[in-house]
């Protein structure tokens, strides 16, 4: 089985004064992840007039200039929300161009991609025939046993795309509130609606054994972080399932798989 893989990040700034730093971050990802010979790479630069915390206007323009001279970049501004639409209405491009995985990533978490992981990545989809390898995520060792989050995660495209692509219920509403809302905390419904899809288990769960996660520390970061706990149960119950009921159904036997670094 052929594995291509394709990165899929999104991004937006509310305001010029963090410009610069977006396009670095989307930089040094990219340049990151070309390292380790990963060639595909999809920016969703997510700016809609209708969504009044989408991106000012200015990032899209800044990302076109700086991939220019880059090969295997392609930026788009999605409209929608963030959580869903910014990532499926760009899922068919990437099956179209070759790619038979997205993984999609949050730049500021590139670093826990390495080449270990991405061996351990094509061993769950050629073994396996994991359809979700998430990647667990450090700052939450507990929770990341058993559930996945895009800020790193694998899915094959062609399931995920007969499935209809991440599921409605994770739609962020326009007044999004990380204390509030459970939308964009754990994959949930989606690896569910693979597993069911295949009749099942279908995801398997890497953990890296690294110490340091996603690195962004501004105050709405850390407002996310620390509701994690919570807005997971919240999921959980509009789901009807506990913790173990979710695993069982969506977790395949032997993972998650400790890498020890």
């Known amino acids: 089985m052929h594995i291509r893989i394709g990165t899929l990040m999104r991004a937006y700034v509310q305001d010029a004064e963090r410009l610069s730093g ?20 999809f920016v969703s630069v997510w700016s809609d007039p209708n969504q009044p915390h989408s991106d000012y206007g200015g990032l899209y323009p800044a990302l076109v200039e700086n991939f220019k001279s880059s090969t295997g970049v392609n930026v788009k501004e999605t409209k929608g ?17 070759g790619c038979t995985h997205v993984l ?19 061993e769950a989809v050629y073994f396996d025939e994991a359809k979700v390898v998430g990647v667990a995520h450090p700052d939450f ?15 094959e495209l062609d399931a995920l795309i007969d ?29 569910l609606k693979l ?14 054994d690294e110490s340091v996660g996603d690195t962004r520390t501004d105050a709405k970061h850390r407002v996310k972080i620390g509701n994690k706990k919570r807005r997971l149960d919240d ?10 009921e979710f695993a069982h159904r969506t977790l395949i036997e032997g ?3 400790v890498l020890q670094s």
Request: glycine share 4%.
């Open 22 to 41: 977006q396009v670095h971050s989307l930089n040094q990802a990219v340049g990151r992840l070309q390292g380790l010979g990963i060639e595909d790479h």
């Open 81 to 97: 929300d963030l959580f869903v639409d910014a990532l499926n209405r760009r899922l068919v491009e990437m099956r179209d161009v």
């Open 104 to 122: 999609v990533l949050s730049p500021s978490a590139v670093q826990i991609i390495t080449p270990a992981l991405l061996d351990l990545v094509k």
């Open 141 to 155: 060792p507990d929770l990341s046993s058993w559930s996945v989050t895009n800020t790193h995660c694998f899915w």
């Open 163 to 191: 499935c209809g692509g991440f599921d409605e219920n994770d739609r962020r509403p326009a007044d999004f509130d990380a204390s509030i809302h459970s939308q964009g905390v754990w994959e949930a419904y989606t690896a």
């Open 195 to 208: 597993s069911e899809a295949c009749e099942r288990p279908a995801t398997a769960i890497i953990d890296t």
């Open 235 to 244: 999921m959980l119950s509009s789901i009807d399932m506990t913790q173990e």
């Open 255 to 257: 993972y998650p798989y």
